[in-house]
């Protein structure tokens, strides 16, 4: 079974705090998605990853790829707490399905004012 | 631009009664289309998914069929609802490439509310 791991599960800082939480797999995935999920609503996408070793930023926050596309890395600087959600990593196995993502429990971050 | 909408937002059904979710996407063609189930605020799960009009692809047996009569509506139903699909449902669309290829990018619906009692 194709499994991505999230660590760590649940995360509460003070605002201004760094952070980094991570998706592991021991499987090799053809690109990586992060999505961020307010309670009560849908996961909207953040960010797709494809190319190992890959680095994308959007504002605060830091995305990385590993180099043998099987994990990646989310780091947020000086968090807000408009940062506050549940974080979820996905991806398209690169030996399946590619309609079907495998998804990650996510990390449930709070940021206290 | 590409929006989805699902409806209703919030339903409260007694067990044994009918359930329909609809979802429209606007803005696109073609789309592959997701109904997803999220458990306590986390792990998704894949319910059903559909590359064209008719064509249901069902991932775990359960108590719910899908179906797209038309190229950006897809629906989710259930003749009898059991305790046991309460959760919040989520619709999603990704784009398909050529060569039915896709990036595996979703965009999903506002999300479902189903309690069953």
């Known amino acids: 079974t194709q499994l991505l791991e999230q660590s760590p599960q649940f995360l509460s800082i003070q605002e201004g705090e760094n952070l980094t939480v991570y998706c592991n797999s021991s499987?090799?995935?053809?690109?990586l998605q992060w999505y961020r999920q307010e309670p009560g609503e849908g996961p909207v996408l953040l960010v797709t990853v494809v190319t190992g070793g890959e680095v994308k930023k959007l504002k605060r926050l830091t995305f990385q790829f590993g180099d043998a596309r099987k994990d990646s890395s989310l780091h947020i600087t000086a968090a807000q707490p408009g940062d506050t959600g549940l974080y979820l990593c996905?991806?398209?196995?690169?030996?399946?399905?590619?309609?079907?993502?495998?998804w990650g429990l996510g990390t449930s971050l709070a940021v206290n004012p | 631009s590409q929006t989805i909408h699902q409806w209703p937002a919030t339903l409260v059904q007694p067990v044994g009664s009918p359930l329909s979710l609809e979802c429209t996407v606007e803005?696109?063609?073609?789309?592959?289309l997701y109904w997803y189930r999220q458990a306590a605020g986390r792990g998704l799960q894949l319910l059903f998914y559909?590359?064209?009009?008719?064509?249901i692809s069902s991932e775990v047996p359960q108590n719910l069929s899908a179906s797209r009569p038309q190229d950006r509506q897809f629906i989710l139903s259930s003749k009898k609802l059991l305790l046991s699909d309460s959760g919040f449902y989520l619709c999603?669309?990704?784009?398909?490439?050529?060569?039915?290829?896709?990036?595996?990018?979703?965009?999903f619906g506002e999300g479902s509310r189903l309690t069953v009692l």
């Open positions: 803005g696109t063609s073609n789309p592959n």
């Open positions: 559909s590359v064209g009009i008719g064509q």
């Open positions: 999603a669309w990704s784009l398909r490439l050529a060569g039915g290829k896709n990036t595996g990018e979703l965009f």
């Open positions: 499987s090799v995935f053809s690109s």
């Open positions: 996905a991806g398209p196995p690169i030996a399946g399905n590619n309609r079907k993502l495998i």
